[in-house]
């Protein structure tokens, strides 16, 4: 059974940061994909950032280029996001999801090339 369970999540003031986490669980990942998306109110799911459990490669949307930086620690089976000078356009509910085994190309960004999903945790910049 395949879990990816999102924290870190919250309120926070625009230029503040927050630093989100997805444990996953049920299966390896070592040749998978681990990516996260994000949707905005009245908006479509769209790409944030991936990462390939081996290599350390990662590829992010020019939205949050140089603001947000992926990583993943192996042994703990978890991946993060940190998010940095944030801003009200960031406000959106993030996902983490991961990809099949055999799927790790960095450049990854369509959701439909995702197989598992968490649920999701809602991240508001508002002074």
């Known amino acids: 059974q395949v879990q990816l369970v999102e924290s870190g999540g919250g309120l926070v003031q625009p230029g503040g940061s927050l630093r989100l986490s997805c444990a996953a669980s049920?299966?390896?990942?070592?040749?998978?994909?681990m990516g996260w998306f994000r949707q905005g109110p009245g908006k479509e799911r769209e790409f944030v950032a991936a990462?390939?459990?081996?290599?350390?490669?990662?590829y992010y949307a020019d939205s949050v280029k140089g603001r947000f930086t992926i990583s993943r620690d192996n042994a703990k089976n978890t991946v993060y996001l940190q998010m940095n000078s944030l801003k009200p356009e960031d406000t959106a509910v993030y996902y983490c999801?991961?990809?099949?085994?055999?799927?790790?190309?960095?450049?990854?960004?369509?959701?439909?090339?995702?197989?598992?999903w968490g649920q999701g945790t809602q991240v508001t910049v508002s002074s």
């Open positions: 990462t390939s459990w081996t290599g350390g490669s990662t």
């Open positions: 999801a991961a990809t099949r085994y055999g799927v790790y190309g960095v450049r990854i960004t369509r959701v439909n090339e995702y197989d598992y």
């Open positions: 049920g299966r390896t990942f070592s040749s998978s994909t």
